[in-house]
């Protein structure tokens, strides 16, 4: 079998940047070793953490993606997503969809989701900014004019419990 050199001089390029192009030179200091993932976040002491299992039902079709978020607290909730605590991308099927937030250290939480039909992950908006795609929060919470606030979406997660809970989505 005959190769192509150009494939060999990108390998040897692709080579040499991974492995640093070798052993320092005189003013450059070898890069720090890399740390396995495992070690950049400890594990949570056992007992501390529980377990959140959302089930979302009344999507319309399943069509898209459902996104979930899992708040600690009100700041960002419900649309500043780099403030949730967790994200969670699920399949819709027959209308329903289950996210599951694993990890959820005890105290207070609201819940998100979107039915993200068209898979863009943006809320798409109609006439005056109100949502054309699903949407509904923990406890069913419904808001005046915006959405819910935090409070009245929030449930609390005790150590080691396992919290079911259900949402409706509204369009």
């Given at each position: 079998?005959?190769?192509?050199?150009?494939?060999?001089?990108?390998?040897?390029?692709?080579?040499?940047?991974?492995?640093?192009?070798?052993?320092?030179?005189?003013?450059?200091?070898?890069?720090?070793?890399?740390?396995?993932?495992?070690?950049?976040?400890?594990?949570?002491?056992?007992?501390?953490?529980?377990?959140?299992?959302?089930?979302?039902?009344?999507?319309?079709?399943?069509?898209?993606?459902?996104?979930?978020?899992?708040?600690?607290?009100?700041?960002g909730f419900p649309g500043d997503q780099a403030k949730a605590f967790a994200h969670v991308v699920a399949p819709v099927l027959a209308?329903?969809?289950?996210?599951?937030?694993?990890?959820?250290?005890?105290?207070?939480?609201?819940?998100?989701?979107?039915?993200?039909?068209?898979?863009?992950?943006?809320?798409?908006?109609?006439?005056?900014?109100?949502?054309?795609?699903?949407?509904?929060?923990?406890?069913?919470?419904?808001?005046?004019?915006?959405?819910?606030?935090?409070?009245?979406?929030?449930?609390?997660?005790?150590?080691?419990?396992?919290?079911?809970?259900?949402?409706?989505?509204?369009?």
């Open positions: 079998m005959r190769t192509n050199p150009i494939f060999g001089i990108v390998l040897a390029a692709a080579t040499l940047l991974a492995c640093g192009r070798g052993a320092p030179g005189p003013g450059r200091q070898a890069p720090p070793p890399i740390a396995p993932a495992l070690a950049l976040a400890p594990a949570p002491p056992p007992g501390s953490t529980g377990q959140v299992v959302v089930d979302v039902v009344g999507c319309r079709n399943d069509r898209g993606q459902l996104l979930a978020a899992l708040y600690a607290s009100a700041d209308g329903r969809a289950t996210v599951v937030f694993d990890q959820a250290p005890a105290g207070p939480f609201a819940v998100v989701v979107h039915h993200d039909e068209d898979s863009d992950f943006k809320m798409a908006t109609g006439l005056f900014g109100i949502p054309t795609e699903g949407y509904g929060f923990s406890r069913d919470a419904r808001g005046s004019f915006g959405p819910p606030s935090f409070d009245d979406s929030r449930f609390t997660l005790g150590a080691d419990e396992r919290k079911n809970i259900v949402i409706h989505v509204r369009y």
